[in-house]
């Protein structure tokens, strides 16, 4: 007997990768739903790539009874409204949306992070699934953290346009093929041009000076992994459609070297290593897309502190950074509870 689950936002970038995903996984479904507003209503999605087509239901009018799971891709408007009805009604919200990520009643969870954390969820029917940039930052920390403990994070994120959703992507293909041909480069969805430059800027601006994106990749770091953490973060768009990048420093309680670093990653769940000290020896964003791993280059000491390195991060931001990480969450959550599958 497999689950009944329900897509919400079914018709969008993240919506279609969590299809893709449950099929690509086979994740034990009885029967699925995709649901999106009303504007979406009555056209079609395709279920992976099984063949299988769905006809888009309307939010406004969906009965969650019955229902197991939903993955929520909906944006924070429409799940303030929806989620809460959905778990009402006796199935588990796994929402991608920031509404809910630092509720104390409701688990925050990367599954190769905090796992047993997801064993709260029944307090409000709800789990969130981790800001794109935090899942893939995370899930490197991990390990090392076990290791040596953390004391201090820097990250520089470069962040690639479709975490801005559709209209991101379509703004860096419209100015690049503007460009080329003569035409005006208007920025409209981003604050800047945004082909052809970088954006230090994502999300808006905090009274402290940083960005909300800065503030998410701190609070759900000390959330998901250790309230001791010090992190710091510089959020910045980048002219790339799929795939988020890091630079990451980290100072350590404890002594550990580059070359313990890449032994531990190596081992990691969820992680891949590759990092070569020669042309072509590390991975980029182009590389990652389509692959629900996080990959880690560049691994080396940093000689300007006590017990320090720093590291490249890359991951598909539209998979382990949502889809990925949602149908992973509803996999623990079928082992750990439901046990439908």
Known sequence: MGYRVVVVGATGNVGREMLAILAEREFPIHEIAAVASSRSTGTTVEFGETGKM????????????GWDIALFAAGSAATKVHAPRAASQGCVVIDNSSLYRMDPDVPLIVPEVNPDAIDGYSKRNIIANPNCSTAQLVVALKPLHDAATIKRVVVSTYQSVSGAGKDGMDELFEQSRNIFVGDSAEAKKFTKQIAFNVIPHIDVFLEDGSTKEEWKMVVETKKILDPRIKLTA????VPVFVGHSEAVNIEFENELSAEDAQKILREAPGIMLVDKREDGGSVTPVECVGDGATYISRVRDDSTVDNGISLWCVSDNLRKGAALNAVQIAELLGRRHLKKG
């Open 234 to 237: 510089t959020c910045v768009r």
């Open 54 to 65: 769905l006809k888009v239901q309307n939010i406004e009018h969906f009965d969650f009874t």
